[in-house]
Nanobody, 112 residues
Framework: QVQLVESGGGLVQPGGSLRLSCTAS????????MYWYRQAPGKEREFVAG???????NYADSVKDRFTISKDNTKNTLYLQRNRLKPEATAVYYC??????WGQGTQVTVSS
């Protein structure tokens, strides 16, 4: 059983930065594609960013040039660096391994 644990959420002011982490249990972290999703209050869960096993990345149009996804296979950890945050980025952020395994989510609130 794979367990994913997100961390790094919190309250940040508009224009600020925050890095989220997602640590996975089990072996073979490096061979799987990993993704970040988010769910804002009253909205559907939506794709944010993904990274393949070769390191290729893709992003939702709404976050391009402000968010960066990366991973450290030696630490079984996925990251999401988020810069120039806007209030509409307020959401619960989830990491997932291929959509089959999900973390519990971490709350991010962007507010002054």
């Amino acid at each position: 059983q794979v367990q994913l644990v997100e961390s790094g959420g919190g309250l940040v002011q508009p224009g600020g930065s925050l890095r989220l982490s997602c640590t996975a249990s089990g072996n073979g972290f490096g061979i799987y594609s990993m993704y970040w999703y988010r769910q804002a209050p009253g909205k559907e869960r939506e794709f944010v960013a993904g990274i393949g096993n070769s390191g290729n990345t893709n992003y939702a149009d709404s976050v391009k040039d402000r968010f960066t996804i990366s991973k450290d296979n030696t630490k079984n950890t996925l990251y999401l660096q988020r810069n120039r945050l806007k209030p509409e980025a307020t959401a619960v952020y989830y990491c997932t391994r291929g959509g089959a395994f999900w973390g519990q989510g971490t709350q991010v609130t962007v507010s002054s």
